[in-house]
């Protein structure tokens, strides 16, 4: 069965309405190039939404390749510039909450990943869209599952799968993963078959992140192995969700965004100290 067929089936398990306006966060990289070129390929309803990072010419490479793409599809794009919005670049960002007591030992793809997420929810609430697709594939998915089992926190698992299982709220824009049975390896080909404008090098800031060493022990697996670690967490997906917390969803004190905590992890991360 071709990646096409597949996540046709995914987006029909999700009974995915072609009416809903979806943005699609693109990087630049083939995972949410390939999910804006099938969406749009299957008649939804899609926008692209780029965070520029700031990033010298790596960012530059990234905004150019989601410029060309959205004009071969034929869609509106969305740019979110961290520099103006924020006053700094992401590498500023990141080493300024690193130096400080409260950021000492955090990872660079860890605090990145808290500020892109707020942006992404805040910024698509803004746009008024209904969902928000991103490009987590089949190798990611198993990934995070395995981290948090190696850490003794299933209970972040809890909210994973094709459709984010979230507490409904109308600040919380609901994600899907159009990929999320996928292999990176087919998503790389699938790319370079429809030759995409796409950026297939790493973050040059993915240094030394535990998602790292998972994936360098992923990689010595087979497609079949990591589609059966994702087929047992879903065979447990029902008792993992009773290892989270209180199915509760406050709104931060700072900054009024969704969150279970009375601050926001990107307030704690940005504000603190």
């Not at 660079?108 to 928000?132: Q, T």
């Not at 404008?197 to 060493?213: G, N, T």
């Not at 700072?254 to 504000?271: D, T, Y």
Request: glycine content about 6%; proline content about 2%.
């Amino acid at each position: 069965m071709n990646i096409e067929t597949r996540v046709k089936q995914t987006l029909s398990k999700m009974k995915l309405n072609k009416k809903e306006r979806i943005l699609i966060a693109m990087s630049g990289g083939k995972d949410s190039s390939v999910v804006a070129y099938l969406l749009k390929k299957q008649g939804y309803r899609i926008e692209g939404f780029h965070i520029d990072l700031g990033m010298g010419t790596y960012s530059k490479r990234c905004l150019e390749a989601v410029k060309e793409l959205c004009k071969q599809l034929d869609i509106k794009l969305n740019l979110y510039n961290i520099k103006i919005e924020m006053g700094s670049s992401m590498c500023y960002i990141r080493t300024t909450i690193q130096t400080q007591e409260h950021g000492k030992g955090l990872k660079n793809c860890a605090i990145c990943g808290v500020i892109k997420k707020w942006i992404m929810n805040k910024e698509a609430r803004n746009l008024k869209v209904d969902k928000i697709a991103t490009g987590h594939n089949l190798d990611d998915e198993a990934q995070t599952f395995l981290m948090n089992l190696f850490k003794g926190s299933l209970q972040l698992s809890a909210n994973s799968g094709a459709i984010t299982k979230n507490v409904k709220d109308k600040k919380f824009i609901t994600r899907i993963k159009p990929l999320f049975y996928i292999p990176e390896d087919e998503i790389r080909k699938y790319s370079k078959t429809k030759k995409l404008p796409v950026v297939y090098e790493k973050c040059p800031c993915a240094l030394d992140s535990y998602r790292i060493q998972v994936r360098e022990f992923m990689n010595t697996l087979t497609t079949k192995e990591k589609e059966n670690i994702m087929k047992n967490f879903e065979d447990i997906s029902e008792k993992i969700q009773k290892l989270k917390p209180e199915n509760k969803l406050n709104y931060c004190e700072l900054c009024g965004e969704p969150s279970r905590n009375k601050i926001c992890k990107m307030c704690q991360l940005v504000k603190k100290g």
